[in-house]
Protein backbone atom coordinates (compact mmCIF):
# COMPACT_ATOMS: atom_id res chain seq x y z
CA UNK A 1 0.00 0.00 0.00
CA UNK A 2 2.64 2.81 0.89
CA UNK A 3 4.94 1.74 -2.05
CA UNK A 4 2.23 2.68 -4.46
CA UNK A 5 0.20 4.18 -2.82
CA UNK A 6 1.84 6.97 -0.79
CA UNK A 7 2.31 10.81 -1.64
CA UNK A 8 5.86 11.16 -0.71
CA UNK A 9 5.62 14.94 -0.89
CA UNK A 10 3.14 16.06 1.01
CA UNK A 11 1.71 12.91 2.68
CA UNK A 12 -1.41 10.94 2.73
CA UNK A 13 -2.39 7.85 -0.19
CA UNK A 14 -3.18 8.36 -3.61
CA UNK A 15 -6.64 6.57 -4.84
CA UNK A 16 -4.60 4.78 -7.53
CA UNK A 17 -0.83 3.56 -7.72
CA UNK A 18 1.83 5.08 -8.72
CA UNK A 19 2.36 1.68 -11.69
CA UNK A 20 -1.25 2.31 -12.55
CA UNK A 21 -2.02 3.66 -16.08
CA UNK A 22 -1.26 7.46 -16.82
CA UNK A 23 -3.79 9.69 -15.14
CA UNK A 24 -3.98 13.47 -15.62
CA UNK A 25 -4.35 13.46 -12.21
CA UNK A 26 -3.74 11.76 -9.41
CA UNK A 27 -6.28 11.74 -6.53
CA UNK A 28 -6.15 12.00 -2.98
CA UNK A 29 -9.15 11.87 -0.92
CA UNK A 30 -9.84 13.15 1.88
CA UNK A 31 -13.56 13.45 2.61
CA UNK A 32 -15.77 10.80 4.09
CA UNK A 33 -18.90 10.27 2.48
CA UNK A 34 -21.49 7.29 2.94
CA UNK A 35 -18.15 5.62 2.05
CA UNK A 36 -14.86 6.89 4.13
CA UNK A 37 -12.16 7.85 2.20
CA UNK A 38 -9.19 5.68 2.05
CA UNK A 39 -7.14 7.73 4.27
CA UNK A 40 -9.05 7.87 6.81
CA UNK A 41 -9.86 4.18 6.73
CA UNK A 42 -5.74 3.48 5.87
CA UNK A 43 -5.06 6.04 9.34
CA UNK A 44 -7.35 3.94 11.88
CA UNK A 45 -5.79 0.52 10.39
CA UNK A 46 -2.26 2.02 10.91
CA UNK A 47 -3.17 3.27 14.37
CA UNK A 48 -4.68 -0.18 15.27
CA UNK A 49 -2.32 -2.26 13.47
CA UNK A 50 0.91 -0.34 15.73
CA UNK A 51 -0.84 -0.93 18.91
CA UNK A 52 -1.48 -4.67 17.95
CA UNK A 53 2.42 -5.35 16.73
CA UNK A 54 4.00 -2.49 18.87
CA UNK A 55 5.25 -1.49 15.34
CA UNK A 56 5.40 2.34 16.07
CA UNK A 57 6.52 3.14 12.17
CA UNK A 58 2.73 2.94 11.33
CA UNK A 59 1.65 5.35 14.07
CA UNK A 60 4.31 7.41 12.97
CA UNK A 61 2.60 6.73 8.94
CA UNK A 62 -0.78 7.55 10.31
CA UNK A 63 0.24 10.91 11.49
CA UNK A 64 1.53 11.61 8.57
CA UNK A 65 -1.72 10.99 7.56
CA UNK A 66 -3.50 13.42 10.27
CA UNK A 67 -1.08 16.03 9.13
CA UNK A 68 -1.61 15.67 5.38
CA UNK A 69 -5.09 16.30 5.63
CA UNK A 70 -5.33 18.25 8.62
CA UNK A 71 -6.04 21.82 5.97
CA UNK A 72 -9.38 19.59 4.79
CA UNK A 73 -10.30 18.50 7.93
CA UNK A 74 -10.26 21.69 9.54
CA UNK A 75 -11.90 23.92 6.41
CA UNK A 76 -15.11 21.20 6.65
CA UNK A 77 -14.75 18.93 9.89
CA UNK A 78 -18.83 17.51 9.21
CA UNK A 79 -17.21 16.07 5.89
CA UNK A 80 -14.50 14.07 7.32
CA UNK A 81 -16.21 11.90 10.05
CA UNK A 82 -14.61 8.70 10.17
CA UNK A 83 -11.52 10.59 10.25
CA UNK A 84 -12.79 11.57 13.85
CA UNK A 85 -12.32 7.64 14.86
CA UNK A 86 -8.33 7.20 14.37
CA UNK A 87 -8.19 10.61 15.41
CA UNK A 88 -10.08 10.14 18.94
CA UNK A 89 -7.79 6.75 18.56
CA UNK A 90 -4.56 9.44 19.03
CA UNK A 91 -6.53 12.30 21.16
CA UNK A 92 -8.20 9.82 23.91
CA UNK A 93 -7.12 6.86 26.32
CA UNK A 94 -6.94 3.98 23.88
CA UNK A 95 -6.05 0.62 25.74
CA UNK A 96 -4.04 -2.46 23.76
CA UNK A 97 -5.64 -5.95 25.39
CA UNK A 98 -3.94 -9.59 25.07
CA UNK A 99 -5.65 -12.14 26.32
CA UNK A 100 -3.52 -15.14 27.47
CA UNK A 101 -5.48 -18.35 27.60
CA UNK A 102 -6.78 -21.29 26.15
CA UNK A 103 -9.38 -20.21 23.09
CA UNK A 104 -12.22 -23.77 23.95
CA UNK A 105 -11.46 -22.26 27.92
CA UNK A 106 -14.32 -21.10 29.39
CA UNK A 107 -12.46 -18.61 31.30
CA UNK A 108 -11.23 -17.37 27.84
CA UNK A 109 -14.65 -17.28 26.59
CA UNK A 110 -15.54 -15.31 29.62
CA UNK A 111 -12.77 -12.64 29.22
CA UNK A 112 -13.76 -12.51 25.79
CA UNK A 113 -17.45 -11.93 26.14
CA UNK A 114 -16.68 -9.17 29.26
CA UNK A 115 -14.73 -7.34 26.08
CA UNK A 116 -17.40 -7.65 23.27
CA UNK A 117 -20.32 -6.51 25.79
CA UNK A 118 -18.76 -2.97 26.12
CA UNK A 119 -18.08 -0.15 23.64
CA UNK A 120 -14.26 0.01 23.18
CA UNK A 121 -13.88 2.03 20.12
CA UNK A 122 -10.16 2.82 21.26
CA UNK A 123 -8.73 -0.85 22.26
CA UNK A 124 -7.22 -3.31 20.28
CA UNK A 125 -7.35 -6.74 21.65
CA UNK A 126 -5.03 -9.71 21.19
CA UNK A 127 -5.78 -13.45 21.74
CA UNK A 128 -2.95 -15.57 22.57
CA UNK A 129 -2.77 -19.39 23.33
CA UNK A 130 -0.09 -20.63 25.30
CA UNK A 131 -0.27 -24.17 23.53
CA UNK A 132 0.56 -22.72 20.39
CA UNK A 133 3.64 -21.18 20.13
CA UNK A 134 4.57 -21.29 16.77
CA UNK A 135 1.62 -19.15 15.89
CA UNK A 136 1.43 -16.56 13.23
CA UNK A 137 0.12 -13.87 15.79
CA UNK A 138 4.13 -13.99 17.46
CA UNK A 139 6.04 -13.42 14.63
CA UNK A 140 3.33 -10.11 13.97
CA UNK A 141 3.58 -9.50 18.12
CA UNK A 142 6.82 -10.69 19.18
CA UNK A 143 6.07 -9.06 22.41
CA UNK A 144 3.23 -11.27 23.11
CA UNK A 145 5.54 -14.77 23.41
CA UNK A 146 6.06 -13.41 26.81
CA UNK A 147 2.51 -12.78 28.49
CA UNK A 148 1.57 -16.40 29.79
CA UNK A 149 -1.48 -17.03 31.52
CA UNK A 150 -1.40 -17.18 35.12
CA UNK A 151 -1.89 -20.40 37.36
CA UNK A 152 -3.06 -21.62 34.07
CA UNK A 153 -5.94 -19.36 34.06
CA UNK A 154 -6.98 -17.11 31.34
CA UNK A 155 -4.64 -13.88 32.18
CA UNK A 156 -5.99 -10.44 30.71
CA UNK A 157 -2.79 -7.73 30.36
CA UNK A 158 -4.67 -4.31 30.04
CA UNK A 159 -2.44 -1.60 28.83
CA UNK A 160 -3.11 1.74 27.96
CA UNK A 161 -0.71 3.44 25.42
CA UNK A 162 1.82 0.82 26.11
CA UNK A 163 2.10 1.15 29.61
CA UNK A 164 0.56 -1.92 31.41
CA UNK A 165 -1.12 -2.55 34.44
CA UNK A 166 -1.06 -5.50 36.75
CA UNK A 167 -2.05 -8.51 35.16
CA UNK A 168 -5.67 -10.32 36.13
CA UNK A 169 -7.34 -13.28 35.72
CA UNK A 170 -10.69 -11.87 37.15
CA UNK A 171 -12.95 -10.12 34.52
CA UNK A 172 -14.19 -7.66 36.65
CA UNK A 173 -11.11 -6.17 37.27
CA UNK A 174 -10.59 -6.28 33.55
CA UNK A 175 -13.24 -4.12 32.96
CA UNK A 176 -12.44 -1.75 35.81
CA UNK A 177 -8.52 -1.31 34.70
CA UNK A 178 -10.35 -0.10 31.24
CA UNK A 179 -12.91 2.12 32.62
CA UNK A 180 -15.76 0.86 31.30
CA UNK A 181 -18.12 2.32 34.61
CA UNK A 182 -18.09 5.36 32.85
CA UNK A 183 -20.73 4.38 30.07
Known amino acids: MTKHFWDKE ?5 FTPDDGEDLIVREKESYDGAIPSGNSVAMLNLIRLSRLTGNAEMEAQAMEISRA ?17 PLGFLLYPSYEIVVAGRLEADDTKRMLRGLREHFLPNAVVL ?19 DLKPIKNRATAYVCSNFACHTP ?16
Open 10 to 14: HGGYY
Open 69 to 85: LAGDVGRLPVGHTYFMM
Open 127 to 145: LCSPEDESSDIFNLAPFAK
Open 168 to 183: TTDVTEMLRLLDTQKE
